[in-house]
């Protein structure tokens, strides 16, 4: 059986989770301790051990994935996929993409669709966006915690991410998206808009939330 990326991600993070329960939860305690009531003594050491900023988590219908066709060595499999764990920009992204062809060739389509998913991941990491979900026509995305006032704003700010984002929904996909709202977590599900395969559902997203980061940084702009 190939394993996916997704899998791949999970494994990663389901591993690291019980590693900080376990084998290194003091040291992680301590230091969570450490970031709240002082700097770290020693600049780069302590901060190594602290709560990682939280990744988007991507969970979709789409096949993406390295087949053995494309990668022969499980090896070298494992490692991009170690990498592509690892890239948090789109400039690293292209940079192994630029890579890929030319060491293996062109992408299949199940490479593309997950090359196309890390770009997404990308853009929801800078928005703190906790998980989106591509199923069929819904793009589902988790937001962040209510507690997140880089996302939502203070109660007197006239404009935040959080506003945008709905004006920018009412604007481009009135009627085709709802909010719902579980506990002091949020949920918006979008109905995609003439896609009619796996690569325009893609490009749709990423489109959307391009659009959004433009908007932002509208917002940065005002504010400097």
Known sequence: MEMGFEMYERIVRETVDE???QEFKELFIDAKIKSQTSKPEIPGLSEKFLPEKLETIIESDIESLIPEYYIESDIERLDIY???TRITTTKELQELQEELLDRFGNFPNEVDNLLRLV????LGNYHDIPKIEIRGELAIFTLPSSENIDFYGLPEAS???FQKLISMLNKNYAGKF???QDNDILVIQVK???VH???ERLQVIKSMLEEFSNLCTKITNLLD
């Open 192 to 194: 995609l808009l003439d």
């Open 119 to 122: 770009e997404i991941k990308i």
């Open 82 to 84: 170690r990498r592509l």
């Open 178 to 180: 709802f909010l719902k």
């Open 159 to 161: 404009e935040s991410p």
């Open 197 to 199: 395969s796996d690569i």
């Open 19 to 21: 590693l900080k329960k």
